[in-house]
Protein backbone atom coordinates (compact mmCIF):
# COMPACT_ATOMS: atom_id res chain seq x y z
CA UNK A 1 0.00 0.00 0.00
CA UNK A 2 1.24 3.42 -0.78
CA UNK A 3 2.67 4.72 1.97
CA UNK A 4 4.23 8.65 3.06
CA UNK A 5 7.30 9.79 5.09
CA UNK A 6 7.38 13.46 6.37
CA UNK A 7 10.60 14.42 7.78
CA UNK A 8 11.12 17.86 8.84
CA UNK A 9 14.98 19.12 8.89
CA UNK A 10 17.08 18.07 11.65
CA UNK A 11 17.67 21.46 13.89
CA UNK A 12 19.55 24.41 12.04
CA UNK A 13 21.90 27.02 12.83
CA UNK A 14 18.94 29.48 12.85
CA UNK A 15 16.74 27.19 14.90
CA UNK A 16 19.51 27.17 17.52
CA UNK A 17 20.18 30.95 17.64
CA UNK A 18 16.29 31.48 17.75
CA UNK A 19 16.21 33.70 14.70
CA UNK A 20 13.79 34.32 11.56
CA UNK A 21 15.22 31.97 9.21
CA UNK A 22 12.52 31.22 6.11
CA UNK A 23 13.57 31.03 2.44
CA UNK A 24 17.50 31.73 4.03
CA UNK A 25 19.38 29.03 3.35
CA UNK A 26 21.47 27.69 7.07
CA UNK A 27 22.98 24.18 7.10
CA UNK A 28 22.02 21.98 10.38
CA UNK A 29 24.04 22.24 13.49
CA UNK A 30 25.51 18.50 14.86
CA UNK A 31 22.50 18.16 17.05
CA UNK A 32 20.48 18.99 13.78
CA UNK A 33 22.98 16.24 11.97
CA UNK A 34 21.99 13.36 14.42
CA UNK A 35 18.45 13.77 14.42
CA UNK A 36 18.68 13.34 10.45
CA UNK A 37 20.44 10.29 10.71
CA UNK A 38 18.50 8.84 13.48
CA UNK A 39 15.64 9.40 11.64
CA UNK A 40 16.87 6.94 9.09
CA UNK A 41 18.23 4.72 11.99
CA UNK A 42 14.86 4.10 12.92
CA UNK A 43 13.03 3.82 9.46
CA UNK A 44 15.71 1.33 8.53
CA UNK A 45 14.75 -0.52 11.95
CA UNK A 46 11.19 -0.26 11.17
CA UNK A 47 11.62 -1.76 7.88
CA UNK A 48 10.07 1.14 6.12
CA UNK A 49 12.06 1.66 3.11
CA UNK A 50 11.59 4.70 1.17
CA UNK A 51 11.82 4.45 -3.00
CA UNK A 52 11.20 7.89 -4.23
CA UNK A 53 12.32 11.13 -2.80
CA UNK A 54 10.95 14.69 -2.41
CA UNK A 55 12.63 17.73 -0.81
CA UNK A 56 13.23 22.02 -1.03
CA UNK A 57 15.85 23.76 -2.67
CA UNK A 58 17.06 24.51 0.95
CA UNK A 59 20.34 22.79 2.46
CA UNK A 60 19.13 21.52 6.11
CA UNK A 61 16.13 20.15 4.28
CA UNK A 62 18.10 18.43 1.24
CA UNK A 63 21.31 17.39 3.89
CA UNK A 64 18.15 15.62 6.07
CA UNK A 65 17.13 13.73 3.61
CA UNK A 66 20.50 12.89 2.24
CA UNK A 67 21.89 12.44 5.81
CA UNK A 68 18.43 10.16 6.44
CA UNK A 69 18.70 7.46 3.39
CA UNK A 70 22.09 7.01 4.17
CA UNK A 71 21.21 5.45 7.53
CA UNK A 72 18.87 3.67 5.93
CA UNK A 73 20.89 2.31 2.74
CA UNK A 74 18.75 4.35 0.39
CA UNK A 75 20.45 7.06 -1.14
CA UNK A 76 20.34 5.78 -4.20
CA UNK A 77 16.23 6.45 -4.31
CA UNK A 78 15.36 9.16 -7.23
CA UNK A 79 15.00 12.53 -5.60
CA UNK A 80 13.17 15.84 -6.73
CA UNK A 81 13.75 19.44 -5.37
CA UNK A 82 11.34 21.95 -5.82
CA UNK A 83 10.91 25.11 -4.27
CA UNK A 84 7.42 24.52 -3.32
CA UNK A 85 8.56 22.57 -0.59
CA UNK A 86 10.69 25.65 0.94
CA UNK A 87 10.04 26.91 3.85
CA UNK A 88 7.41 29.83 4.57
CA UNK A 89 8.77 33.27 3.40
CA UNK A 90 8.99 35.75 6.53
CA UNK A 91 9.66 38.61 4.48
CA UNK A 92 10.96 41.52 6.67
CA UNK A 93 11.11 39.24 9.80
CA UNK A 94 14.13 36.96 8.05
CA UNK A 95 17.12 36.87 10.27
CA UNK A 96 15.79 39.00 13.21
CA UNK A 97 16.24 37.18 16.37
CA UNK A 98 12.64 36.31 17.90
CA UNK A 99 13.04 37.53 21.30
CA UNK A 100 14.83 40.94 20.08
CA UNK A 101 11.14 40.88 17.95
CA UNK A 102 8.93 40.52 20.45
CA UNK A 103 10.63 43.46 22.43
CA UNK A 104 10.54 45.99 19.78
CA UNK A 105 6.67 44.70 18.44
CA UNK A 106 5.12 43.00 21.60
CA UNK A 107 3.86 39.43 21.70
CA UNK A 108 0.58 40.31 20.41
CA UNK A 109 1.83 41.44 17.31
CA UNK A 110 4.58 38.71 16.78
CA UNK A 111 2.30 35.87 17.58
CA UNK A 112 0.08 37.72 15.06
CA UNK A 113 2.81 37.03 12.00
CA UNK A 114 4.12 33.71 13.52
CA UNK A 115 0.83 31.91 14.44
CA UNK A 116 -2.08 33.83 12.06
CA UNK A 117 -3.37 31.74 9.11
CA UNK A 118 -3.62 34.68 6.96
CA UNK A 119 -1.57 37.36 8.27
CA UNK A 120 2.08 37.81 6.57
CA UNK A 121 4.65 39.46 8.12
CA UNK A 122 6.02 42.61 6.55
CA UNK A 123 7.13 42.12 3.37
CA UNK A 124 10.92 41.99 2.32
CA UNK A 125 12.38 45.19 1.64
CA UNK A 126 14.47 45.11 -1.92
CA UNK A 127 18.00 45.42 -1.77
CA UNK A 128 17.65 43.36 1.88
CA UNK A 129 20.89 41.10 2.41
CA UNK A 130 18.32 38.42 2.45
CA UNK A 131 17.36 39.24 -0.74
CA UNK A 132 17.34 35.69 -3.35
CA UNK A 133 16.49 37.54 -6.33
CA UNK A 134 20.06 37.22 -7.67
CA UNK A 135 20.36 33.38 -5.87
CA UNK A 136 21.10 31.20 -9.07
CA UNK A 137 18.09 28.56 -7.77
CA UNK A 138 15.54 30.85 -7.75
CA UNK A 139 15.96 31.72 -11.66
CA UNK A 140 13.17 32.43 -12.96
CA UNK A 141 11.01 32.01 -9.91
CA UNK A 142 8.56 34.80 -8.70
CA UNK A 143 10.28 34.91 -5.08
CA UNK A 144 7.96 36.26 -2.38
CA UNK A 145 8.18 39.19 -0.69
CA UNK A 146 6.53 37.39 2.49
CA UNK A 147 4.07 34.73 3.26
CA UNK A 148 1.15 33.80 5.88
CA UNK A 149 0.86 30.28 6.65
CA UNK A 150 -2.11 30.30 3.85
CA UNK A 151 -0.27 31.69 1.10
CA UNK A 152 2.55 28.98 1.74
CA UNK A 153 -0.41 26.29 1.66
CA UNK A 154 -1.22 27.85 -2.29
CA UNK A 155 1.79 26.75 -3.47
CA UNK A 156 2.18 23.40 -1.43
CA UNK A 157 -0.89 21.79 -2.30
CA UNK A 158 -0.75 22.29 -6.12
CA UNK A 159 2.55 20.53 -6.60
CA UNK A 160 1.54 17.91 -3.99
CA UNK A 161 -1.36 17.26 -6.61
CA UNK A 162 0.47 17.62 -9.72
CA UNK A 163 3.47 15.92 -9.04
CA UNK A 164 4.09 14.19 -5.71
CA UNK A 165 0.00 12.70 -5.45
CA UNK A 166 0.81 10.47 -8.66
CA UNK A 167 4.03 9.13 -7.71
CA UNK A 168 2.42 8.23 -4.63
CA UNK A 169 -0.46 6.47 -6.25
CA UNK A 170 1.49 4.63 -8.03
CA UNK A 171 2.54 2.37 -5.21
CA UNK A 172 5.73 4.30 -4.45
CA UNK A 173 6.73 4.61 -0.45
CA UNK A 174 7.57 8.75 -0.60
CA UNK A 175 9.50 10.75 1.72
CA UNK A 176 9.05 14.45 1.80
CA UNK A 177 11.92 16.38 3.79
CA UNK A 178 10.29 19.66 4.33
CA UNK A 179 9.81 22.45 6.21
CA UNK A 180 7.96 23.44 9.76
CA UNK A 181 5.53 24.94 7.53
CA UNK A 182 5.13 23.17 3.95
CA UNK A 183 4.73 20.03 5.85
CA UNK A 184 2.18 22.22 8.34
CA UNK A 185 0.45 22.39 4.72
CA UNK A 186 0.14 18.84 3.32
CA UNK A 187 -1.03 17.74 7.35
CA UNK A 188 -3.69 20.15 7.45
CA UNK A 189 -5.11 19.04 4.07
CA UNK A 190 -4.52 15.48 4.64
CA UNK A 191 -5.56 15.42 7.94
CA UNK A 192 -8.53 17.80 7.36
CA UNK A 193 -7.46 20.51 9.78
CA UNK A 194 -9.46 23.62 10.47
CA UNK A 195 -7.48 26.50 9.63
CA UNK A 196 -7.86 27.52 13.24
CA UNK A 197 -6.06 24.44 14.95
CA UNK A 198 -3.28 24.06 12.20
CA UNK A 199 -1.63 27.32 13.54
CA UNK A 200 -1.12 25.35 16.78
CA UNK A 201 0.02 22.39 15.05
CA UNK A 202 3.80 21.73 16.05
CA UNK A 203 6.10 19.63 13.51
CA UNK A 204 9.23 18.25 15.84
CA UNK A 205 12.73 18.25 13.78
CA UNK A 206 14.18 14.58 12.96
CA UNK A 207 10.98 12.95 13.34
CA UNK A 208 8.91 10.68 10.85
CA UNK A 209 5.53 11.43 10.45
CA UNK A 210 3.68 8.26 8.27
CA UNK A 211 0.52 8.36 6.21
CA UNK A 212 -0.98 4.98 4.95
CA UNK A 213 -3.34 4.83 2.11
CA UNK A 214 -5.51 2.72 0.73
CA UNK A 215 -6.94 1.90 -2.30
CA UNK A 216 -8.67 4.64 -2.80
CA UNK A 217 -5.75 6.66 -1.93
CA UNK A 218 -7.30 7.97 1.27
CA UNK A 219 -4.87 8.37 3.79
CA UNK A 220 -5.27 7.15 7.24
CA UNK A 221 -4.26 8.73 10.56
CA UNK A 222 -1.39 10.24 10.94
CA UNK A 223 1.36 8.91 13.26
CA UNK A 224 5.33 8.99 14.33
CA UNK A 225 7.09 6.02 13.08
CA UNK A 226 8.42 5.99 16.54
CA UNK A 227 5.20 4.95 18.25
CA UNK A 228 4.41 2.23 15.35
Known sequence: MPKLILVRHGQS???LENRFTG??????TERGVEEAMAAGALMKDKGVEPTRAFTSFQTRAIRTLHLALHQCNRLWIPETKDWRLNERHYGGLTGLDKQETREKHGDEQVHIWRRSFDVPPPEMEAGSKYDLSSDPRYAGIDIPTTESLKLTIERVLPY????ILPVLASGETVIISAHGNSL???VKHLSQISDDDITGLEIPTGQPIIYDFDDGMRPGERYYLKDS
Do not use: C, F, G
Open 13 to 15: QWN
Open 23 to 28: WWDVDL
Open 160 to 163: WESD
Open 184 to 186: RAL
